[in-house]
């Protein structure tokens, strides 16, 4: 097992336990349903960008999501060897 499959594995398992201990009303799901009345276009946007992004349905010029953390990572690696 790789760590990117402990990350996925982690991450779900948060996901779930947060719903599973969430008050009524409380969890992601109906957080999402708040801000579908509130923003529609952008709430499905990010998820649709999110979920292409995962599924790796998008040309790299226009995936956000990996331009973001590429961009970081380098930032990282360049303080993170200035600071050695």
Request: net charge negative; with cysteine; hydrophobic share 50%.
């Given at each position: ?45 990010c ?30 690696r ?7």
């Open positions: 097992m790789q760590s990117r499959d402990r990350a996925v594995i982690a991450l779900m398992g948060g996901v779930v336990l947060y719903d599973l201990t969430s008050a009524p009303g409380q969890t992601i799901s109906e957080a999402l349903d708040d801000y579908l009345e509130k923003h529609p276009v952008l709430t499905c946007a998820v649709g960008l999110t979920a292409a992004h995962l599924l790796n349905r998008l040309p790299w010029w226009v995936d956000v999501w990996g331009l973001f953390f590429k961009a970081s990572a380098r930032v990282l360049k303080q993170l060897d200035e600071s050695s």
